[in-house]
């Protein structure tokens, strides 16, 4: 079975710093995705940034950026220039492409963000 | 837009009490899922549903059942609460395929005393 982990509970970054939140996962499968999802404080999840397993280049959202290692099975999210709207909950998830559209999720970290 | 509803954003139940779950999408969405979300334990999937009446046990079915008579509609059922279902309760839908992006509603707290 696929795990995905989340080894920070919590972080916390000055505004306009950047900072790295870190995620790792374990399959024996090799054609998946890997995602971020921010939950707000409304609750509603919003996709962040996705990466596909097959492509070696990271993927960048404007100031979120990905660092994908795949040998280490590691999925780290960096976001750069804090902002106050960046605090939430952020979570890393994992879906096998035959699998239909299951995630697997991470236990999340919680970002805030200092003024 | 795509607009996954959940009316109720918090609710309580005492133990033994049957619960329903509603979420509702707008989009004509084939997929349909049902995730509680624990503290330390993220997001974990319930039940998921491909198609109108048919249902998928995912990786914590135990104590929960599913309905989809609609296809926009997909209820979570507790027969009968225990206070080891106080949790966030999250919808998501999608259209189908595997690549399909999630989209999910802003969830209902529930707790059970």
């Known amino acids: 079975a696929q795990t995905v982990t989340q080894s920070q509970p919590e972080m916390s970054v000055q505004e306009a710093e950047t900072v790295t939140l870190s995620c790792t996962y374990d399959?024996?499968?090799?054609?998946?995705?890997l995602f971020w999802y921010k939950q707000p404080p409304s609750r509603q999840m919003i996709l962040v940034i996705r990466q596909e397993a097959y492509k070696q280049q990271n993927a960048t959202e404007n100031r979120f950026s990905v660092n994908f290692q795949k040998a280490a099975k590691s999925f780290s999210l960096k976001i750069s220039d804090s902002q106050l709207g960046d605090a939430a909950m952020y979570f890393c998830?994992?879906?096998?492409?035959?699998?239909?559209?299951?995630?697997?999720f991470g236990g999340g970290t919680r970002l805030m963000v200092k003024p | 837009d795509v607009k996954v509803t959940q009316s109720l954003r918090y609710l309580v139940k005492r133990t033994g009490e049957k619960v329903f779950l509603e979420c509702v999408q707008d989009?004509?969405?084939?997929?349909m899922f049902w995730y509680r979300q624990d503290p330390g334990l993220g997001l974990r999937l319930i039940y998921f549903?491909?198609?109108?009446?048919?249902?998928e046990k995912g990786d914590i079915p135990e104590g929960y059942s599913v309905s989809r008579e609609k296809k926009e509609r997909f209820s979570l059922i507790l027969e009968s609460a225990s206070t080891n279902q106080t949790s966030m309760y999250l919808c998501a839908s999608s259209l189908g395929g595997a690549n399909e992006k999630l989209f999910f509603g802003s969830g209902t707290q529930l707790s059970v005393l």
């Open positions: 989009m004509d969405h084939e997929n």
């Open positions: 399959t024996s499968e090799s054609d998946y995705y």
């Open positions: 998830a994992y879906r096998w492409n035959n699998a239909g559209n299951m995630l697997t």
């Open positions: 549903s491909y198609d109108v009446k048919m249902k």
